[in-house]
């Protein structure tokens, strides 16, 4: 046990051990969908509608989704598109920032499906997009933004906050494991949040990076246009993902103070050909129903700013936060301890905790705040590397105060962990309700 904690003091070491554990969600994952039939399915729910334009742009060639649904499409999820009165395309209320993300894994698919298919013509390798090599490929895609993620809050917590190896790859692994990140990690995958908070992530190191070299010479370079193709991609696969502001504002704040703005401006028209996932959504929703500029959640929206649900999304047994995934309160007490033993936060954290105010308020004025029939608390899940970086703290912080919180931790977050896989299998059974409140 000693050799395995001392090996975490190497990052070479931790990264292995994320990648471990993102092959053990693809075995289960694949393990998961075989079990339903002899057609493979991992293109779950909502899924279906990020994952759809992949078929159809690169398959079919066009952006029509009427066989896409007609023949892959349950029969109960096929009131998700519905034909647009303009255009008579099925319109699809999703981004495209999760294609967009998966398009190498599906055109590396699709070369090999079209290969295999002319050698053996067995519909499990048929190039339709929906076959065995597209579902796996794409699968390890996400995982693999799972393992980036990670990879990016190690170096920020070894780096920025000398939190020591084995505590953070102990916070990744109780995090991934220990709360609803599991649940999109291989029964719901194909949703947006594992992607998505790859992007949020990429976003927040960027702004870290720029921060921190403000006075090397060249500053911004190439920095400033990879911020923005990142910001992009993150709002083009979820739109709340803008609660990262805070962080950008606290760069253009340093900016201003150290007197950097001029060289931000002369770099800006650099930056924004790096925006154009954003073009390509406006491009989308043009094509699908003859507007440049369309409202895709406009029977469903923020309806409760005046009153927002705010106990509700962090403490109800209707997927709330810290109901769903007690393992984040030691995250909030981590952190806690931290900004205590500093007397205030490092601003990089201060402006992780901003976002996570800005997306709680954004969460609890949504008209349903529970978020549908998701497992647990989905619409915080892009905050992954704050609640990580919780963690982590919380791990060191016990450690260095002795053996006895040592094992409270771990007794703590031993019994989180079992609480989150008791919900998800109880879910996943059916035995307790996808969408009401369970007290």
Not at 57 to 75: A, I, K, M, P, W
Not at 164 to 169: I, Q, S
Not at 251 to 272: K, M, N, V
Not at 294 to 321: I, M
Request: aromatic letters at 16%; charged letters at 15%.
């Amino acid at each position: 046990m000693h050799g395995l904690i001392a090996a975490f003091h190497e990052r070479a070491h931790r990264l292995r051990f994320y990648v471990a554990v993102a092959a053990g969600f693809f075995v289960l994952g694949l393990a998961g969908a075989a079990r339903h039939g002899s057609e493979l399915n991992l293109v779950h729910s909502d899924g279906r509608g990020y994952y759809v334009y992949l078929p159809s742009v690169v398959v079919d060639g066009d952006l029509d989704f009427s066989n896409q649904v007609r023949e892959h499409y349950q029969t109960g999820f096929r009131p998700l598109f519905s034909k647009d009165e303009e255009t008579g395309l099925v319109w699809n209320k999703f981004p495209i920032g999760v294609a967009l993300s998966l398009l190498p894994a599906f055109l590396l698919a699709h070369a090999a499906s079209l290969a295999a298919f002319a050698v053996a013509g067995s519909p499990f390798v048929a190039p339709h997009g929906y076959s065995l090599l597209y579902q796996c490929l794409c699968f390890a895609a996400i995982l693999g933004y799972a393992v980036a993620t990670l990879a990016i809050v190690d170096r920020w917590l070894t780096e920025r906050f000398r939190v020591e190896g084995p505590a953070v790859a102990l916070a990744s692994a109780a995090f991934w494991i220990g709360t609803g990140y599991s649940f999109y990690s291989f029964y719901n995958a194909f949703m947006c949040h594992l992607v998505s908070a790859f992007w949020v992530a990429a976003s927040a190191d960027l702004v870290r990076g720029l921060h921190e070299r403000l006075d090397v010479p060249g500053w911004p370079g190439r920095r400033l246009p990879a911020l923005a193709f990142t910001l992009a991609m993150a709002v083009t696969c979820r739109p709340s993902n803008l609660f990262v502001a805070p962080l950008v504002a606290w760069l253009l704040l340093e900016c201003a103070r150290r007197r950097r703005l001029g060289p931000l401006a002369r770099a800006l028209p650099l930056a924004l050909p790096a925006l154009f996932p954003i073009g390509l959504q406006v491009l989308t929703w043009r094509a699908l129903t003859g507007h440049s500029l369309v409202d895709p959640y406009k029977y469903e929206g923020f309806t409760r700013w005046a009153n927002p649900c705010l106990v509700q999304t962090l403490f109800s047994s209707r997927h709330g936060l810290f109901w769903w995934s007690p393992l984040l309160l030691l995250s909030a007490w981590g952190i806690a301890r931290r900004v205590r033993a500093e007397r205030g936060a490092d601003p990089f954290l201060t402006g992780w905790l901003l976002s996570f105010l800005v997306l709680w308020y954004a969460n609890s004025s949504w008209y349903a705040w529970w978020f549908g029939e998701a497992f647990g608390a989905r619409a915080f899940l892009e905050l992954g590397p704050l609640f990580v970086m919780g963690l982590a703290f919380a791990y060191q912080e016990a450690r260095l105060r002795g053996a006895r919180w040592s094992s409270l931790a771990t007794v703590a977050s031993l019994v989180a962990i079992a609480w989150n896989w008791l919900l998800l299998g109880l879910w996943s059974a059916g035995w307790i309700s996808h969408q009401s409140a369970l007290l």
